[in-house]
T-cell receptor, first 112, second 117 residues
Framework: DAGVTQSPTHLIKTRGQQVTLRCSPKSGHDTVSWYQQALGQGPQFIFQYYEEEERQRGNFPDRFSGHQFPNYSSELNVNALLLGDSALYLC???????????FGDGTRLSIL | GENVEQHPSTLSVQEGDSAVIKCTYSDSASNYFPWYKQELGKRPQLIIDIRSNVGEKKDQRIAVTLNKTAKHFSLHITETQPEDSAVYFCAASITMMGGTSYGKLTFGQGTILTVHP
């Protein structure tokens, strides 16, 4: 039973570029949430996707956008990258939007 | 919005001792409280959770207690082992509002637990 998988594991970008991160939920899960975790901090909620729609959003600018596909996988897109976007980006999946969330290993994004 | 405060930021115990981590939340509408363990360089792992209709939940050496009146909840680890060493995060969520279900988790800042052999 595959858990939550994310790709890529590491990514290096420069300021102003755009990035796409990918997430496949745990088998049987239909909801995907994205979090940003800065070094030494707790994860910060970006948004949640359910039934291919953004169900809930945290305090992140419009540069952060996402998508959920019919197979429940999801993408996180970040435009006009800033140095402050350097962080670990975590994807979590659940069966239903208000059920326990299980995390992937994350994508480490570094902005130069 | 919801704010979660977690204490202590670091906790050092001897193997076999108990460890307690406490969190307070600000929004009385919060009704779901999970705890995650994150080892260095690894994913946060859900270790136990509790909903607001329950005051205490136990799973082997781990227990969580919830005081809705005071808006705080705690993680208790008994008979600690070196492999319990990790960063522990509490979180709070409002899972239902106006007939719509939600999943946003608001996390505390984390507690670095070190268990010395």
């Amino acid at each position: 039973d595959a858990g939550v998988t994310q790709s890529p594991t590491h990514l290096i970008k420069t300021r102003g570029q755009q990035v796409t991160l990918r997430c496949s939920p745990k088998s049987g899960h239909d909801t995907v949430s994205w979090y940003q975790q800065a070094l030494g901090q707790g994860p910060q909620f970006i948004f949640q996707y359910y039934e291919e729609e953004e169900r809930q959003r945290g305090n992140f600018p419009d540069r952060f956008s996402g998508h959920q596909f019919p197979n429940y996988s999801s993408e996180l897109n970040v435009n006009a990258l800033l140095l402050g976007d350097s962080a670990l980006y975590l994807c979590a999946s659940s069966l239903g939007s208000n059920q326990p969330q299980h995390f992937g290993d994350g994508t480490r994004l570094s902005i130069l | 919005g919801e704010n979660v405060e977690q204490h202590p930021s670091t906790l050092s115990v001897q193997e076999g001792d108990s460890a307690v981590i406490k969190c307070t939340y600000s929004d009385s509408a919060s009704n779901y409280f999970p705890w995650y363990k994150q080892e260095l360089g690894k994913r946060p792992q859900l270790i136990i959770d509790i909903r607001s209709n329950v005051g205490e939940k136990k799973d082997q050496r781990i227990a969580v207690t919830l005081n809705k009146t005071a808006k705080h909840f705690s993680l208790h680890i008994t008979e600690t082992q070196p492999e319990d060493s990790a960063v522990y995060f509490c979180a709070a969520s409002i899972t239902m509002m106006g007939g719509t279900s939600y999943g946003k988790l608001t996390f505390g800042q984390g507690t670095i637990l070190t268990v010395h052999p």
